[in-house]
């Protein structure tokens, strides 16, 4: 029901975003059509909800193991990229329009802006419905409520995309009133000014965010000592090394290290109770793919981090 509802809203903006680039160069108005960019791009967003509600279920194979985990991410880059461009084109024609301004069709401003703000005000109403969390108890239950969360988190920013398009509407109506009535044909300029830098700032920090995970550069908000203290706080473990880090979605925490032991006399047990442990404290602080090689201390390098066969000392 979630992906066919949010089918629906896709094709319904995406209506609204060809009105708006049609009507926005009939009309000589550069703010409706930043207005229609910023609801494309939005439109993408969406996009990528449902692509991650749809290949959520998608079960990993033996030439895919990680699934489509980066697809979120390849769309994220590839969206923003396209905004950052856009906007930094519609920034320097509003200045152009600000140097000489020229005839604006209040009209289509007015109409056009109304309907998108009706479009996206009733996108924004549906997926906030359908972010709405529901509790579950039990185990078994808990795993599935921990993935609906996500579900419920990624719902919630295509939310706040529709939510933010609704005002960038509203501003476009009250800029074709003033207009209209006042005739202040540089507003329009104006406006297309605020909206583009407005839209550049939310939307260069997930250009950097896709870049980054896709380039497996991890944005996690722990601290090496916080991780430092759940591996090497429990008896008989000399040290840890080959780690890696990646957050290759908004979903996953990915963590892969080799967990070194003091040489002891011990039962295969002892050691596979600590790796157990381990795990569970690394699941707890949010990673979703623990995977651990437990060695004997004749593999100790002291060296933490590895690539391509070289090593960075610690």
Request: hydrophobic residues 50%; glycine residues 8%; contains cysteine.
């Amino acid at each position: 029901m979630k992906e066919k509802t949010i089918a629906w809203i896709i094709l319904f903006n995406l209506a609204i975003i060809f009105s708006e680039v049609f009507f926005g160069l009939i009309s000589n108005s550069f703010a409706l059509i930043a207005d229609a960019l910023h609801n494309a791009g939005d439109v993408v967003a969406v996009a990528i909800t449902w692509l991650a509600l749809r290949l959520g279920r998608t079960a990993p194979t033996f030439r895919r193991t990680y699934g489509y985990t980066r697809a979120e991410m390849m769309a994220a880059f590839v969206n923003s990229l396209f905004l950052v461009v856009t906007m930094v084109y519609l920034i320097y024609e509003a200045l152009v329009r600000l140097a000489q301004p020229e005839p604006v069709d209040p009209g289509y401003m007015i109409v056009v802006g109304s309907v998108a703000l009706v479009a996206n005000g009733i996108s924004a109403w549906l997926l906030g419905k359908m972010g709405v969390s529901h509790c579950h108890h039990g185990e078994e239950e808990h795993h599935h409520h921990h993935d609906h969360g996500h579900d419920d988190a990624n719902i919630r920013s295509a939310y706040l995309h529709m939510l933010s398009d609704a005002l960038i509407s509203a501003g476009v109506i009250v800029g074709g009133v003033a207009i209209w009535l006042w005739g202040i044909v540089w507003l329009d300029g104006v406006l297309t000014l605020i909206f583009s830098l407005y839209i550049l700032r939310h939307t260069w920090p997930l250009l950097r965010r896709s870049f980054l995970a896709l380039m497996d550069i991890h944005s996690l908000d722990l601290s090496r000592e916080t991780i430092d203290a759940v591996i090497t706080g429990h008896e008989g473990v000399v040290e840890y090394h080959d780690l890696h880090l990646a957050t290759p979605s908004s979903r996953d925490r990915h963590i892969s290290f080799h967990l070194v032991f003091r040489d002891e006399d011990r039962p295969l047990a002892f050691f596979e109770s600590i790796v157990g442990t381990i795990e569970r404290q690394l699941r707890q602080l949010g990673f979703t793919h623990v995977l651990i090689q437990p060695e004997s201390a004749r593999y100790a390098t002291g060296r933490l981090y590895c690539s391509g066969g070289s090593h960075v000392s610690l």
